[in-house]
């Protein structure tokens, strides 16, 4: 089963993430954007596992003992570089040290499970470029953008969430959730 471990948006920001996808959208140029109820934040991909690494993982989150934690969602951001931009971001401004502590435990924890080989940061993929199409357009919406404040949310629990891929776009199904402290 693919899955990976993820932390929810709350419905209220999600208004306000359609917006800043609209507005990328306007620019014209050919994006997958992530579906509403498909927003959230990866702590860890853990891929394709077994039902027996399952229940570690689970076993592992329950055993976790961090704090709940608020985090801002703010600016915009693209991966690789914004000349070849493959993924548009939000980023995370407050209390992003906690943020990325809380990850790296985890993959800290669960790397037998699944080596990570990219670059640990926290962002919220908004939408995927699926070709070249309007590149500067593109570009030029992603610097208007660049300081885009979504507004504050508190991190209380993780989900264990199982993605099936599909011709439509992933199909994802919440596994268990782990309140944080």
Same mark, same amino acid.
């Given at each position: 089963?693919?899955?990976?471990?993820?932390?929810? *948006?709350?419905? +209220?920001? &999600?208004? &306000?993430?359609?917006?800043?996808?609209?507005?990328? /959208?306007?620019?014209?140029?050919?994006?997958?954007?992530?579906?509403?109820?498909?927003?959230? $934040?990866?702590? &860890? $991909?853990?891929?394709?596992?077994e039902e027996n690494q399952i229940k570690e993982v689970k076993e $592992?989150?329950?055993?976790? +003992?961090?704090?709940?934690?608020?985090?801002?969602?703010?600016?915009?951001? *693209?991966?690789?570089?914004? !000349?070849?931009?493959?993924? *548009?971001?939000?980023?995370?401004? /407050?209390?992003? !040290?906690?943020?990325?502590?809380?990850?790296?435990?985890?993959?800290?924890?669960? !790397?037998?499970?699944?080596?990570?080989?990219?670059?640990?940061?926290?962002?919220?993929?908004?939408?995927?470029?699926?070709?070249?199409?309007?590149?500067?357009?593109?570009?030029?919406?992603?610097? !208007?953008?660049?300081?885009?404040?979504?507004?504050?949310?508190? *991190?209380?629990?993780? /989900?264990?969430?199982?993605?099936?891929?599909?011709?439509?776009?992933?199909?994802?199904?919440?596994?268990?959730?782990?309140?944080?402290?």
């Amino acid at each position: 089963m693919r899955c990976f471990i993820a932390i929810a *948006v709350p419905e +209220e920001l &999600k208004e &306000k993430i359609l917006e800043v996808q609209n507005k990328l /959208k306007q620019a014209g140029a050919n994006l997958k954007l992530v579906e509403r109820e498909n927003l959230h $934040f990866t702590v &860890k $991909f853990l891929g394709e596992i077994e039902e027996n690494q399952i229940k570690e993982v689970k076993e $592992f989150l329950a055993s976790l +003992e961090e704090k709940s934690f608020e985090i801002s969602i703010k600016g915009l951001g *693209v991966f690789p570089t914004e !000349d070849y931009i493959k993924v *548009v971001w939000l980023g995370v401004e /407050k209390n992003q !040290d906690v943020f990325l502590n809380l990850i790296k435990k985890i993959n800290k924890n669960l !790397d037998k499970i699944r080596k990570e080989k990219k670059e640990l940061n926290t962002h919220l993929t908004i939408a995927r470029v699926r070709s070249a199409k309007n590149k500067n357009e593109l570009k030029a919406a992603v610097q !208007d953008l660049k300081e885009t404040e979504i507004g504050e949310m508190q *991190v209380n629990s993780l /989900k264990l969430i199982s993605s099936e891929l599909t011709p439509e776009g992933p199909k994802y199904t919440e596994l268990a959730e782990f309140e944080l402290k």
